[in-house]
Every structure is written in structure tokens, then in C-alpha cells.
């Protein structure tokens, strides 16, 4: 069965102040590892997709890494603007090919 | 450029009642699910419809019956709501990305609040 575990549930960081948030998953065989924004009261929006140990994905402020174990959303001089929950979900290799595995997200606040 | 729009946002109903739950797509996507979202559960997929035609259980499919009415729509229906299926369910639709190997990226509506008495 295809795990996700994300850490730590909730951060709070002062603008500015650089931080990383972590996904450790267990999955058979990677087909992708998605990391998602969720703003409160919406859905969630894709951020990236990593495929692949040794990947990384920049957008603005963040930046996404991928191991055999786990990946890590790098948030650099973080802006109020980027407070929101942090999915993260993979997408197995076999058997259905649709279904993605959630973890239960990340909280970050950032303070001005 | 809507992308997957829900109705209702918000509802009410007490224990017994039936309802159902719309979802629509408007980026010809073949691939459409259903989750739920609870508190410190994360998201769970209810159903999924890999095409047109095609429906299929997730993790918690009991007590939701789906119908993918044709390619751009994709409903849940709830037969006897329960308090246990109150939570903020998600649509979500998905379509074949170029170099993606197959990799799914979901793109999601913006929920549907549903509270059970």
C-alpha cells in the first residue's frame, strides 16, 4: 500500500526566513510525485510534478527535490503570500494507473 | 477558463436525504474523480471515471454511487446521507501531459461543503 507522511503538520515562519518542508513516501514504483498549494476554502493547485531521484523544480520562491524516500518544497525568503497548506501525493507505477495517494499536508503561516 | 466548476458550494441536509453533487470540465479531459477532504485525513478518492463511459471504486466508495454523464461531466450522488459524510468533497478532472509518462496532474474544482445533520 502506497504511504505518504508529511512533516511537520504545521510551520510558522517569519518573512524572509528559509525553511523546508518534507514528504517521505513508499510506493512500489514512482510514477510521479506531485506537490499541491491549497489556499483555505479552495481546491488545490499543482505546483510540480518530480519523476524521478536526483529531480528539482523551481517556481519563484520555491524549489522541489526528489529522493529514492522522500522530496522537499525549499521555500527561500518566504512572503505572507505563500502561507497556505502544502500537498504532497504520489501516482504509482502499477496496478491503476489513476489514483494519487495524499499525505495530510503541511500548514505554513509565514508572519510579516 | 472556468476548469472544473461544482455545484452546490454549501449544503445542508439531514440523516436520510439524497443528493447529488455536479461536476463539469471544460479542458476535454478524459479523467475525472471524486475525493473527500476531512480534518487530518488528507484527501481520500471516493471514485474516478478513467473516460468517458467508465466508472471505478477508490479507497471509499460506500454509501456514493457515480455517473460520468458524458465527457465534460461527472456527478455523486449520495442515496441516504449520513453524519459520517459530512466533509468538503472535491472534483477533480485530469488529462494526458506531453514527456509525462502517464503522470496524472489533477486539476481540481473548488469544493463542495456538505454538512449531514
Known amino acids: 500500500e502506497d504511504q505518504v507522511t508529511q512533516s511537520p503538520e504545521a510551520l510558522r515562519l517569519q518573512e524572509g526566513e528559509s525553511s523546508s518542508l518534507n514528504c517521505s513516501y513508499t510506493v512500489s514504483g514512482l510514477r510521479g510525485l506531485f506537490w499541491y498549494r491549497q489556499d483555505p476554502g479552495k481546491g488545490p493547485e499543482f505546483l510540480f510534478t518530480l519523476y524521478s531521484a536526483g529531480e528539482e523544480k523551481e517556481k519563484e520562491r520555491l524549489k522541489a527535490t526528489l529522493t529514492k524516500k522522500e522530496s522537499f518544497l525549499h521555500i527561500t525568503a518566504p512572503k505572507p503570500e505563500d502561507s497556505a497548506t502544502y500537498l504532497c501525493a504520489v501516482q504509482n507505477s502499477g496496478g491503476s494507473n489513476y489514483k494519487l495517494t495524499f499525505g495530510k499536508g503541511t500548514l505554513l503561516t509565514v508572519n510579516p | 477558463n472556468a476548469g472544473v466548476t461544482q455545484t452546490p458550494k454549501f449544503q445542508v441536509l439531514k440523516t436520510g436525504q439524497s443528493m447529488t453533487l455536479q461536476c463539469a470540465q471544460d479542458m476535454n479531459h478524459n479523467s475525472m474523480y471524486w475525493y473527500r477532504q476531512d480534518p487530518g485525513m488528507g484527501l481520500r478518492l471516493i471514485y474516478y471515471?478513467?473516460?468517458?463511459?467508465?466508472?471505478d471504486k477508490g479507497e471509499v466508495p460506500n454509501g456514493y454511487n457515480v455517473s460520468r454523464l458524458n465527457k465534460r461531466e461527472f456527478s455523486l450522488r449520495l442515496e441516504s446521507a449520513a453524519p459520517s459524510q459530512t466533509s468538503v468533497y472535491f472534483c477533480?478532472?485530469?488529462?494526458?501531459?506531453?514527456?509525462?509518462?502517464?503522470?496524472?496532474?489533477?486539476?481540481f474544482g473548488a469544493g463542495s461543503r456538505l454538512t449531514v445533520l
Open positions: 477533480a478532472s485530469s488529462g494526458q501531459v506531453p514527456g509525462s509518462s502517464g503522470a496524472n496532474v489533477l486539476t
Open positions: 471515471s478513467a473516460s468517458e463511459g467508465t466508472t
